[in-house]
């Protein structure tokens, strides 16, 4: 595994959460980048202001469902998101590995 730690800096540190996160999420086929344009969708999706922050929370807490391995609460945020926004090629990508 890599070293991830930060060097040379006044508060030393090892961003082990970071590489958790990023070691799951290529466990899953999976980057950043995808779960930056399911944001991007919900963003520029036509739905109410406050649609657009529920949708923000889903996100999140999907997120945190992968990176916890909890499969089934995943689909569920990521289906809440589709029945808001759509079946958009973000939530297609994700879907496909859950």
Known sequence: MQDRSIKDSFNSSSLENVSIQSDILNEYGLSEK?????????????????AKEQNQLYLEKLKKSINEHEKEQAKKFLGWIKNSIGNVSSVITIASVL
Do not use: H, Q, R, S
Not at 34 to 50: C, K, Q, R, S, T
């Open 34 to 50: 995808d779960f930056d344009n399911l944001e991007v969708a919900i963003n520029e999706a036509e739905i109410g202001e406050m």
